[in-house]
């Protein structure tokens, strides 16, 4: 168990550009959040996946924001147009549903900041 | 709908003296009850959680928090605090499902020497 990764830790761009991030989730767990943070608060959910199926999307994530999990297994999140709003940190975190006692773990984030 | 307040966007603590963390939710539903810990720049680390069974939980490095259903409430605390215990803490609601999963604004944990 080597926890959840996500790449890359910082990302700088302008206004305008696409970016991508990836998540690669505890190996065994089959459901995969994102939540966007910025600075002073506190993580907000954008979306989740219970294996490939994109379950729930807050309303938070704009049609510029698109998340895959084609296999189930790692994920990834799209950011089209950014803007210098879309700058925060981006979690990822994974947990295995059914368990009473369902956990999310958290990965590292990515920084986004967009100039 | 399930939410969190945290009281104190800041705490100071001597080195030392005792950590109390504060955290009050909502929920219309029986409640899992989470704190996390976030270091500069780096993301989320579970803590202590509680969901069934006993009120007072312990976590990882001395921290424990005790839920009081009559008062919504799932304070932290630690008896003594230590430099390394600077952080940022957040408390966290979720339903029995792990659904709803909702992060309070985190607290801000300064450690004076």
């Known amino acids: 168990d080597t926890g959840v990764s996500q790449d890359p830790r910082h990302k700088i761009t302008k206004r305008g550009q696409n970016v991508t991030f990836r998540c690669d989730p505890i190996s065994e767990h089959n459901r995969l959040y994102w939540y966007r943070q910025t600075l002073g608060q506190g993580p907000e959910f954008l979306t989740y996946?219970?294996?490939?199926?994109?379950?729930?999307k807050s309303r938070l994530l704009s049609d510029r924001f698109s998340a895959e999990r084609p296999k189930g297994s790692f994920s990834t999140l799209e950011i089209q147009r950014t803007e210098q709003g879309d700058s925060a940190m981006y979690l990822c975190?994974?947990?295995?549903?059914?368990?009473?006692?369902?956990?999310?773990?958290f990965g590292p984030g990515t920084r986004l900041l967009v100039l | 709908a399930q939410s969190v307040t945290q009281l104190g966007s800041h705490v100071s603590v001597s080195e030392g003296a005792l950590v109390l963390l504060r955290c009050n939710y909502s929920s219309s539903v029986p409640p899992y009850l989470f704190w996390y810990v976030q270091y500069p720049n780096q993301g989320l680390q579970l803590l202590l959680k509680y969901t069934t069974g006993a009120t007072l939980v312990k976590g990882i490095n001395g921290f424990e928090a005790e839920f009081k259903k009559s008062e919504t409430s799932f304070h932290l605390t630690k008896p003594s605090a230590h430099m390394s215990d600077a952080a940022e803490y957040f408390c966290?609601?979720?339903?029995?499902?792990?659904?709803?999963?909702?992060f309070g604004p985190g607290t801000r944990l300064s450690v004076l020497p």
């Open positions: 996946f219970q294996n490939e199926a994109q379950l729930e």
């Open positions: 975190a994974s947990s295995l549903a059914g368990t009473l006692q369902e956990t999310q773990y």
């Open positions: 966290a609601v979720s339903d029995s499902y792990g659904q709803n999963f909702v």
